[in-house]
């Protein structure tokens, strides 16, 4: 039971680099959300997505991207990496938007 | 006001003690409710998850919600040191898609 993998668990990054955080998940479920999650503080919602083919934004998208090309997979992209973006992202999936969400491992990032 | 309230803590209890955990929110036509515990370091997991009025046990665990009144709590029971963590309290509206968290209560559980 693989469940919501996410890879890289650690990442350091430059100044204006840019990266892909990637999410998968083998529950076919429907929805699926980015979050980040800044020491001491609550979850916040960059993107989501409720099937393949559409995302919208959430909470604090700016400086994020994603797509949804299969249920699957749902990656995050930095495109010009900043100190603000130094955080713990957490991707989720429910099956659909009044089930629990089911949350990956993390990856702890680090902007320098 | 922010949309779902939690008292951040710390909140300490004796160990075999009952844990009340609480949190409110604004909005009215809520629908689902969930409760997640994060120990530190670790990514969130489902404790519960409560939909109607009145109580919900699982284990140690109760999870009661008073939609009339806003609010929803978790009562851990025989508190044990293992259940110190951080609870975070979610909440899903009619017709929204998203879960809206709190910030979370850091709960210790003292031998």
């Known amino acids: 039971n693989a469940g919501v993998t996410q890879t890289p668990k650690f990442r350091i990054l430059k100044i204006g680099q840019s990266m892909t955080l990637q999410c998968t998940q083998d529950?076919?479920?429907?929805?699926m959300y980015w979050y980040r999650q800044d020491p001491g503080m609550g979850l916040k919602l960059i993107y989501y997505?409720?099937?393949?083919?559409?995302?919208d934004k959430g909470e604090v998208p700016n400086g994020y991207n994603v797509s949804r090309s299969t249920t699957e997979d749902f990656p995050l992209r930095l495109e010009l990496a900043a100190p603000s973006q130094t955080s713990v992202y957490f991707c989720a999936s429910s099956l659909d938007s009044n089930q629990p969400q089911h949350f990956g491992d993390g990856t702890r990032l680090s902007i320098l | 006001q922010k949309e779902v309230e939690q008292n951040s803590g710390p909140l300490s209890v004796p160990e075999g003690a009952i844990a009340s955990l609480n949190c409110t929110y604004s909005?009215?036509?809520?629908?689902?409710f969930f409760w997640y515990r994060q120990y530190s370091g670790k990514s969130p997991e489902l404790i519960m998850s409560?939909?109607?009025?009145g109580d919900k046990e699982d284990g140690r665990f109760t999870a009661q919600l008073n939609k009339a009144s806003q609010y929803v709590s978790l009562l851990i029971r025989d508190s044990q040191p293992s259940d110190s963590a951080t609870y975070l309290c979610?909440?899903?509206?009619?017709?929204?898609?998203?879960?809206?968290f709190g910030t979370g209560t850091r709960l210790t559980i003292i031998p």
């Open positions: 979610a909440v899903k509206g009619l017709g929204n898609e998203k879960l809206t």
């Open positions: 409560i939909y109607s009025n």
């Open positions: 997505s409720v099937g393949a083919g559409i995302t």
């Open positions: 529950m076919n479920h429907n929805y």
């Open positions: 909005d009215r036509v809520s629908q689902s």
